[in-house]
């Protein structure tokens, strides 16, 4: 089986592909500068590295790189600078995501593709019209008119959600919604719900990089994972110690 990862030179995109090889996966990469791969990765017998911005292949190119793979994953996300905020491209995520589910389409598979977006908690399942506060509602706001980022990643869900939907023949999908994101070293015990169960903004929670790659890796190799999830935007936290 062979997953094309995109966003892979990012901090959780290096633990997804990490965890597929670990599990005997084929993985290909598009990455812009295969220099920030760890070199375990970088010389990996079952990596391939594509060395192309995400966004510059032409759209033939696309199909080539997506077919021969049973599943796609995106880890991208913008740089926390003033660049990678408001610089270009803003719509990174959504661009990539369209582009990447058009490249599938037009291979045709006899079977649907996975898609597995990492995504993020503070973005909300508008298929189950999920409950916010009237104060989180006021900062998502300013969020979407403040910080292109995060109407990127609403835009990128909201694609799967609208475009591909529930019933299309060709691609299956699943974003994951990480809250507040933290480095560990290893795979701690997490929790997967359908919503989130607390306030991303007054009330986070926390989840290591690791245990986001750890679920993705499941969805993509772990078909009862798949079946259970498919098709919505689950939110994982670190387990609490009791």
């Not at 993985?27 to 920030?36: E, L, M, Q, T």
């Not at 959504?94 to 995504?119: G, Y």
């Not at 929670?205 to 772990?222: C, E, P, Q």
Request: glycine letters at 6%; aromatic letters at 6%; proline letters at 5%.
């Amino acid at each position: 089986m062979t997953t094309l990862v995109v966003g892979a030179t990012g901090a959780t995109g290096r633990l997804l592909v990490e965890q597929l090889l670990d599990r005997g996966q084929h993985v290909k990469v598009i990455v812009r500068s295969p220099d920030k791969l760890p070199d375990d990765l970088k010389n990996h017998d079952h990596l391939f590295v594509i060395r192309a911005s995400v966004l510059s292949p032409s759209d033939a190119e696309m199909s080539q790189h997506v077919n021969g793979c049973a599943a796609v994953a995106s880890c991208l996300g913008h740089e926390l600078t003033l660049k990678g905020i408001y610089g270009h491209p803003r719509r990174l995520v959504t661009d990539a995501t369209r582009r990447l589910c058009n490249a599938i389409k037009a291979n045709k598979s006899e079977k649907p593709i996975k898609f597995v977006l990492m995504n993020t908690a503070g973005n909300s399942n508008r298929d189950l019209h999920e409950p916010t506060s009237f104060g989180q509602r006021f900062v998502i706001g300013l969020l979407r008119l403040l910080l292109p980022p995060h109407v990127d990643n609403e835009k990128a869900a909201d694609y799967l959600r609208t475009d591909i939907g529930q019933n299309n023949d060709t691609i299956e999908w699943t974003a994951v919604r990480p809250d507040s994101l933290i480095n560990e070293n290893k795979v701690t015990e997490y929790e997967v719900h359908p919503s989130p169960t607390r306030s991303a903004l007054f009330d986070p929670g926390v989840t290591s990089r690791i245990n986001v790659a750890h679920f993705m890796a499941d969805l993509i190799t772990d078909d009862d994972t798949w079946n259970k999830w498919k098709g919505q935007m689950p939110v994982i936290y670190n387990k609490e110690s009791s």
